[in-house]
């Protein structure tokens, strides 16, 4: 039994076996490019022991909510009182700037709890206007997870500013588009594989409008 043991460990080593399943469960993973150990010299033991360790890390995480806070919003109607902050507060909410255009998208950045983040689904809740007014929702959302292209560019307070800093980021991973039910409750958008987010950053990009203001803009809450 020992020799067996022995044989399919060596089988398991030299095939690569544990990378191809990290690589191919979180494709994220494939910008790891050297594995280093100082302490060991044989490369594959290194590589097994890396990812076997990295796999069972990742698939051992405890669920829980890993946005820490907002970075930026492509727009804000009227800052603070209607700031992205506001999405992570109850009873308050985010508001666009109006457009003509219902195509218009939006964006929203928020920074995660850790750099090293393995995300299975996102929620959002839509908020209805006052009496009478309709739900200002976007009709797709689409989300996006990477990692700055420099650090000191986010030495910046992009609310405060009111800049959108979709262009300080390199996207990894980008989801496909998810219809968004007009309805004023949590809507959970699970995401076809989980991802590892690599940076720690991820972009809600809400695309279309479907209600007015009473200035005859479209808008999204």
């Known amino acids: ?13 030299s095939n690569e076996l544990c990378k191809q399943l990290c690589m191919r469960t979180f494709p994220q993973l494939a910008t790891i490019t050297r594995v280093v150990e100082p302490s060991h ?7 097994h022991r ?15 909510s890993c946005i820490a806070n907002p970075v930026s919003a492509s727009s804000t109607s009227d800052n603070p009182a209607e700031s992205i902050w506001n999405t992570l507060r109850r009873g308050f909410y985010w508001s666009s700037k109006g457009s003509d255009d ?3 998208p939006e964006t929203l950045i928020y920074n995660l709890s850790a750099n090293f983040c393995v995300v ?3 929620n959002l809740h839509l908020r209805k206007g006052w009496s009478g007014y309709p739900i200002y929702s ?3 959302v689409r989300f996006r997870m990477g990692h700055p292209k420099s650090w000191k560019d986010l030495n910046y307070d992009f609310i405060e500013a009111q800049e959108c800093a979709d ?3 390199i996207w990894t991973y980008t989801s496909p588009m ?4 007009q309805e004023k409750c949590l809507q959970t958008f699970n995401l076809p594989a989980p991802v590892v987010c690599i940076g720690g950053y991820l972009q809600i990009e809400l695309l279309g409008r479907v209600a007015k203001g009473c200035d005859d803009k479209y808008y999204v809450w």
């Open 102 to 104: 219902p195509e218009t």
């Open 178 to 181: 998810f219809p968004v039910a």
């Open 120 to 122: 299975t689904e996102i």
């Open 138 to 140: 976007s009709r797709f």
């Open 167 to 169: 262009d300080k980021f």
């Open 1 to 13: 039994m020992y020799y067996l043991c022995m044989y399919l460990l060596a089988a398991v080593v």
């Open 41 to 47: 010299d044989n490369s594959g033991k290194t590589d």
């Open 50 to 64: 890396a990812y076997a360790s990295l796999l069972r890390a990742i698939t051992a995480f405890p669920l829980t």
